[in-house]
């Protein structure tokens, strides 16, 4: 590790700002494609492309490709990360403002703690945890609920629940990366997952029919700039700059874009894409981020067995 002595700040700040900004405007760039491009198909150029060059660059660079086995692994991962939760998170924000999406999607810590508790009893269900999660769940409720009396329509609901699954798809996924064999090379890695979300999110779109009626000449240029800012930003410079942080900083200040992105997303979606924030929206999302705090800051058991060395990187993600 780059001892902090020799390491410019400004790189450091420039890499949380990346992360922070780019990742947290990437929920409005979705909307705007989703508007014009079907969201499963969407998704799938978006990934197979930042999959294939990130791929290409690690091969380039005599990174070994992923074994059989390997693949295997990327692409149950696949299945998980980018078909339920990247597909199902295009295909809500047709339905659902890009901010509140993201503040939905902040609820993926709290499922996590869930399956860490349940699954890999890395984590015990503490007076502390237990609060946090209801807080969550009560953060949910009021964005979805039509009974409480906050002014502005609550979110749609199959869009709700469609962002429940997604991020219930994510968290069983990151259980997943840290016992399925996965390349060494965290950049290898995410490349063949992505590469292989790419394969499944395009025979998913081709399975419900997106192609019907879809002309890519009808498309403005505003979503392709989106495609694009997605791919390169978001996929390619963000994650970029998320390696080199987790590995020059502690996991716990790189992880604090949990709760950092969903508000970056409200404001940008509130400032440049004319969505509203109402006493639903405040409310809602800060019952959501102040679960996702204290979750994301609640040391994990002592008594966890180790997690292997070649999982350590996936595991600093999740």
Same mark, same amino acid.
């Given at each position: 590790?780059?001892?902090?002595?020799?390491?410019?700040?400004?790189?450091?700040?420039?890499?949380?700002?990346?992360?922070?900004?780019?990742?947290?405007?990437?929920?409005?760039?979705?909307? &705007?494609?989703?508007?014009?491009?079907?969201?499963?198909?969407?998704?799938?150029?978006?990934?197979?492309?930042?999959?294939?060059?990130?791929?290409?660059?690690?091969?380039?660079?005599?990174?070994?490709?992923?074994?059989?086995?390997?693949?295997?692994?990327?692409?149950?991962?696949?299945?998980?990360?980018?078909?339920?939760?990247?597909?199902?998170?295009?295909?809500?924000?047709?339905?659902?403002?890009?901010?509140?999406?993201?503040?939905?999607?902040?609820?993926?810590?709290?499922?996590?703690?869930?399956?860490?508790?349940?699954?890999?009893?890395?984590?015990?269900?503490?007076?502390?945890?237990?609060?946090?999660?209801?807080?969550?769940?009560?953060? &949910?409720?009021?964005?979805?609920?039509?009974?409480?009396?906050?002014?502005?329509?609550?979110?749609?609901?199959?869009?709700?629940?469609?962002?429940?699954?997604?991020?219930?798809?994510?968290?069983?996924?990151?259980?997943?990366?840290?016992?399925?064999?996965?390349?060494?090379?965290?950049?290898?890695?995410?490349?063949?997952?992505?590469?292989?979300?790419?394969?499944?999110?395009?025979?998913?779109?081709?399975?419900?029919?997106?192609?019907?009626?879809?002309?890519?000449?009808? &498309?403005?240029?505003?979503?392709?700039?989106?495609?694009?800012?997605?791919?390169?930003?978001?996929?390619?410079?963000?994650?970029?700059?998320?390696?080199?942080?987790?590995?020059?900083?502690?996991?716990?200040?790189?992880?604090?874009?949990?709760?950092?992105?969903?508000?970056?997303?409200?404001?940008?979606?509130?400032?440049?894409?004319?969505?509203?924030?109402?006493?639903?929206?405040?409310?809602?999302?800060?019952?959501?981020?102040?679960?996702?705090? &204290?979750?994301?800051?609640?040391?994990?058991?002592?008594?966890?067995?180790?997690?292997?060395?070649?999982?350590?990187?996936?595991?600093?993600?999740?």
């Amino acid at each position: 590790m780059e001892a902090a002595a020799h390491r410019p700040t400004w790189k450091t700040l420039l890499a949380f700002a990346i992360i922070y900004l780019v990742w947290g405007s990437t929920y409005l760039a979705i909307r &705007v494609g989703v508007s014009e491009v079907p969201p499963f198909l969407l998704a799938a150029v978006r990934f197979f492309l930042a999959g294939l060059i990130l791929y290409l660059w690690m091969i380039a660079r005599g990174e070994s490709s992923p074994n059989l086995r390997q693949w295997m692994s990327a692409f149950v991962l696949a299945i998980l990360i980018f078909v339920l939760d990247y597909g199902l998170l295009f295909w809500a924000e047709r339905r659902v403002p890009s901010g509140l999406a993201a503040v939905m999607m902040a609820m993926i810590p709290a499922f996590m703690a869930f399956f860490e508790i349940i699954i890999l009893r890395t984590q015990t269900l503490t007076a502390r945890l237990a609060g946090a999660l209801l807080v969550g769940l009560a953060g &949910v409720f009021v964005l979805v609920s039509r009974s409480l009396n906050l002014g502005g329509a609550p979110i749609n609901t199959m869009g709700a629940a469609a962002l429940i699954v997604a991020s219930l798809g994510w968290s069983i996924g990151s259980i997943l990366t840290r016992k399925l064999p996965l390349p060494s090379s965290k950049v290898m890695s995410s490349g063949a997952q992505m590469l292989a979300g790419g394969v499944c999110l395009g025979i998913t779109s081709i399975a419900l029919g997106e192609y019907h009626g879809f002309r890519p000449q009808d &498309v403005s240029r505003g979503a392709w700039v989106a495609l694009l800012y997605l791919i390169f930003a978001g996929s390619i410079l963000a994650f970029t700059a998320y390696v080199w942080l987790i590995h020059h900083e502690s996991p716990t200040k790189v992880g604090t874009y949990a709760y950092v992105n969903p508000v970056v997303a409200v404001l940008i979606g509130y400032f440049l894409g004319g969505e509203t924030i109402g006493p639903r929206t405040i409310l809602g999302t800060l019952f959501v981020l102040s679960s996702v705090v &204290v979750i994301t800051t609640t040391p994990k058991k002592n008594t966890a067995k180790p997690i292997p060395a070649e999982h350590a990187a996936e595991a600093a993600e999740s």
